[in-house]
């Protein structure tokens, strides 16, 4: 039987197998649907708004007043309570009924005709996604105050021809990515990071399956059918990245700077190392259980490791080998390039190197190991 | 009572997977977890500078910029364009463009302008670039200003000055305000994943579904409680220590009775999935995927302000969510139990329905000696 029919013949018995048994078919149908549509839903709202804000007005003054009216026109935030009290409020923040705090303190107005007015916002840096908001809309508040001031109140009073515009004017932009959606970066992100976990389960599972079953001695596996049933678990959350990708680029309109193909090249790269590594897990353990357990510790803290969100380059050198040798790491990188910034396509496509040398690295010594479990029973039905 | 739970213990010991989930898995993760994050801050940023004004001012501007913190200076480019493909290919976070005019328009009592572009590929990364750069660009105004008075006469102060300040998270590194809370999900998930693992292997022995008396099912009740308690324990009480987290703001009978709450709707919340389980592995491969999910529907990273609603209800369902609340508020925020009294009655409200839930999944139909405990004396033996 040539390689391509053994292939073939071993995708088919794995189809097979997942017809009859919906909980192993769960794995590659709702429950990767279940959980990135919870993802993408919950951070639909992509640019967070109305973000509940306290403001201490210590003073109740015409600037306090000001300043809360402009909180409740800022597109971010919303009053969700006035209090005189600084600790009323801290308690407001602990609860959760507020996100960030707006103190004008005693004496604001004196000490801003003074040049010294100073307001102070506290925000809530665990919510780093809330806080970044707060502080641009309140800073964007700040600066309008003063232009406002400065015309109506300091020009009465100041000599002719010293009010004048500040002396450095910055504009910040954020390229590529313009409303600072944290909607296009994250769910990006967090779909593949979800799909990989997954893959790495179903592929673990469905290898390990046939050891702890003691099936191989029906399936009588070689490398074609090792391609074969591996294909099956490829295609189908290959699939599973190119409709998450249809979802974000397409209907919510995270228009792609490169193009899909690439992006699917690496889906592809990254599924395969995934399959290399799960190979070997299994031809090192022979054991089903210890194996998803250890693909748990491998695959779970990827998403912290990739860099994408925090960058790993100032971690420890272990934290930044461990990254390097998760797929996933190099998939965000080939993602960040080919769908967000637009890099040429040499560059965004560099990634798919270190993707493909994992995949051969554990595929390999992964693939002869779990070959020779197949053929010494004294390996198998190991739980 | 007694009996069932000293043979919960006894089948994780005999169990290599078990054990490795319930006790190694904490270990490893307590290690591997805040590692990602060692760096806490945002240093050294890769940024390039693009100078068209090649003016006096506009040189000490670059040199202000390079002396920040969060900021390495990777290239000086000659062009926008250039700026844009360092961006476009992730060798820079940020750049910073000098147009042409800068010093003149400074010395004319006009705004000097400058761009700052960060890449929307790392938004935290390029924000906290942008941020110190702004500090740096803070300093060359006063001091532009001080050119300008020489010829203008003093200009007026802004009157409003913005300062901005952590609220709980003292050090603002992200490690500290994100690890905090993912401690809690590696409990639930250590616990969850552990001994439904040990319930399927037990109920495939007996090939029937499980089936306590009320005193055994208190004792298995008692040892996953043991179990998750030790576990928030290393957690809280060492882990965030020895990384130096935030942590100890509540007093600490404040703290034990938040945990209690939260280890009781953990352990009934498992105990009822575990009663679920036909085959050893099932667990893992269905419950392996959903930490990632349960972290984000928590509202640590994630606001609940900018949440679905229909999902804020849903996320009440978990007890990692008002889980997270409750211990995060205790051992970073400062807050006291009077605080969270939502989450602690909903914390409440989970353990009783899922613990009566458990409770008739495991008693009925009828109190049968389970093999679960008695399998597992013998391989404890």
Same mark, same amino acid.
């Given at each position: 039987m040539s390689f391509a029919r053994r292939l073939g013949k071993s995708f088919r018995r794995e189809a097979a197998f997942l017809a009859r048994n919906p909980w192993d078919l769960a794995l590659l149908t709702w429950l990767p649907l279940v959980l990135?549509?919870?993802?993408?839903?919950?951070?639909?709202?992509?640019?967070?708004?109305?973000?509940?804000?306290?403001?201490?007005?210590?003073?109740?003054?015409?600037?306090?007043?000001?300043?809360?009216?402009?909180?409740?026109?800022?597109?971010?935030?919303?009053?969700?309570?006035?209090?005189?009290?600084?600790?009323?409020?801290?308690?407001?923040?602990?609860?959760?009924?507020?996100?960030?705090?707006?103190?004008?303190?005693?004496?604001?107005?004196?000490?801003?005709?003074?040049?010294?007015?100073?307001?102070?916002?506290?925000?809530?840096?665990?919510?780093?996604?809330?806080?970044?908001?707060?502080?641009?809309?309140?800073?964007?508040?700040?600066?309008?105050?003063?232009?406002?001031?400065?015309?109506?109140?300091? *020009?009465?009073?100041?000599?002719?021809?010293?009010?004048?515009?500040?002396?450095?004017?910055?504009?910040?932009?954020? *390229?590529?990515?313009?409303?600072?959606?944290?909607?296009?970066?994250?769910?990006?992100?967090?779909?593949?990071?979800?799909?990989?976990?997954?893959?790495?389960?179903?592929?673990?599972?469905?290898?390990?399956?046939?050891?702890?079953d003691a099936t191989v001695a029906a399936w009588q596996p070689d490398r074609a059918a090792? *391609?074969?049933?591996?294909?099956?678990?490829?295609?189908?959350?290959?699939?599973w990245g190119a409709m998450m990708t249809a979802y974000l680029a397409g209907f919510r309109g995270w228009a792609m700077a490169g193009g899909p193909l690439l992006l699917m090249a690496g889906y592809f790269a990254m599924f395969a190392a995934y399959a290399g590594v799960s190979l070997l897990l299994l031809g090192l353990t022979r054991c089903m259980s210890q194996s998803l357990s250890l693909t748990g510790l491998y695959a779970g803290a990827s998403f912290a490791f990739a860099g994408a969100i925090f960058p790993v380059d100032q971690a420890s050198g272990f934290a930044r080998v461990w990254a390097e040798v998760l797929p996933f790491t190099h998939f965000a990188r080939l993602l960040a390039m080919d769908w967000i910034t637009g890099a040429p396509a040499a560059a965004a496509a560099a990634p798919l190197m270190p993707l493909g040398l994992?995949?051969?690295?554990?595929?390999?010594?992964?693939m002869w190991l779990y070959l020779r479990a197949a053929e010494r029973p004294q390996d198998w039905g190991r739980r | 009572?007694?009996?069932?739970?000293?043979?919960?213990?006894?089948?994780?010991?005999?169990?290599?997977?078990?054990?490795?989930?319930?006790?190694?898995?904490? &270990?490893?993760?307590?290690?591997?977890?805040?590692?990602?994050?060692?760096?806490?801050?945002?240093?050294?940023?890769?940024?390039?500078v693009v100078d068209l004004d090649r003016?006096?001012?506009?040189?000490?501007?670059?040199?202000?910029?390079?002396?920040?913190?969060?900021?390495?200076?990777?290239?000086?480019?000659?062009?926008?364009r250039e700026a844009e493909s360092w961006l476009a290919a992730d060798k820079a976070s940020a750049a910073v463009i000098i147009p042409e005019g800068y010093a003149r328009a400074i010395a004319e009592g006009r705004s000097g302008e400058v761009m700052l572009v960060g890449s929307g590929a790392h938004l935290l990364r390029s924000s906290s670039a942008l941020t110190g750069i702004g500090a740096a660009l803070?300093?060359?105004?006063?001091?532009?200003?001080?050119?300008?008075?020489?010829?203008?006469?003093?200009?007026?102060?802004?009157?409003?000055?913005?300062?901005?300040?952590?609220?709980?998270?003292?050090?603002?590194?992200?490690?500290?305000?994100?690890?905090?809370?993912?401690?809690? &999900? &590696?409990?639930?998930?250590?616990?969850?994943?552990?001994?439904?693992?040990?319930?399927?292997?037990?109920?495939?022995r007996l090939g029937a579904p499980l089936s306590v008396t009320p005193a055994q099912f208190a004792g298995l009740g008692l040892a996953a409680s043991t179990i998750a308690m030790a576990q928030v324990c290393w957690f809280a009480g060492f882990v965030f220590w020895w990384q130096d987290y935030p942590r100890g703001a509540a007093p600490l009978w404040q703290v034990l009775a938040g945990a209690s709450l939260f280890v009781a709707a953990t352990a009934a919340l498992v105990l009822l999935l575990a009663s679920l389980f036909r085959t050893r592995e099932r667990p893992l491969q269905l419950g392996l995927g959903i930490s990632l999910p349960l972290f984000f529907l928590s509202g640590l990273t994630w606001p609940a302000a900018a949440t679905p609603q229909p999902l804020v209800w849903l996320a009440r369902l978990f007890p990692t969510t008002p889980g997270l609340e409750v211990m995060v508020g205790l051992n970073q925020m400062g807050g006291t139990l009077a605080d969270y009294a939502g989450a602690l009655a909903n914390l409440a409200v989970l353990a009783l329905a899922f613990g009566a839930l458990a409770f008739w999944k495991w008693t009925s139909p009828q109190p049968l000696r389970s093999p679960f405990l008695a399998g597992s004396r013998q391989a404890g033996a």
């Open positions: 990135c549509g919870l993802i993408a839903w919950q951070l639909s709202a992509g640019v967070v708004r109305d973000l509940p804000v306290a403001l201490v007005d210590a003073e109740r003054s015409a600037l306090s007043r000001d300043i809360a009216i402009r909180i409740e026109g800022a597109p971010g935030l919303r009053l969700a309570s006035t209090v005189t009290d600084m600790g009323e409020a801290e308690a407001l923040a602990r609860a959760g009924a507020v996100e960030a705090i707006v103190l004008v303190p005693p004496e604001a107005t004196r000490r801003a005709f003074a040049g010294q007015g100073q307001i102070t916002l506290y925000v809530n840096a665990a919510h780093s996604a809330a806080s970044s908001t707060i502080q641009r809309d309140m800073a964007a508040i700040i600066a309008a105050a003063n232009a406002r001031e400065a015309v109506e109140q300091i *020009a009465a009073v100041s000599p002719p021809g010293s009010v004048r515009p500040a002396p450095v004017k910055v504009t910040s932009v954020i *390229a590529f990515n313009a409303p600072a959606s944290q909607e296009q970066q994250l769910v990006s992100l967090l779909h593949p990071a979800l799909l990989h976990i997954l893959f790495m389960l179903a592929v673990v599972s469905a290898f390990g399956r046939e050891l702890r090792l *391609a074969g049933k591996a294909a099956l678990y490829v295609l189908a959350f290959m699939a994992i995949a051969v690295v554990t595929a390999v010594p992964g | 009572m007694w009996a069932a739970f000293r043979a919960v213990f006894a089948a994780i010991f005999a169990d290599r997977a078990a054990a490795l989930l319930l006790f190694g898995a904490p &270990i490893l993760y307590a290690v591997l977890y805040p590692s990602a994050y060692s760096g806490e801050l945002v240093v050294d940023a890769p940024v390039v003016s006096g001012a506009s040189r000490d501007l670059v040199r202000r910029t390079a002396s920040v913190s969060q900021v390495q200076l990777v290239a000086s480019l000659t062009s926008a803070a300093s060359t105004a006063r001091e532009a200003a001080f050119d300008q008075a020489r010829a203008a006469g003093p200009a007026a102060p802004p009157a409003l000055n913005l300062v901005t300040r952590p609220l709980f998270n003292t050090r603002e590194g992200y490690g500290a305000a994100v690890f905090p809370g993912v401690a809690f &999900i &590696i409990v639930h998930q250590s616990l969850l994943l552990g001994l439904a693992l040990l319930a399927g292997t037990a109920r495939e």
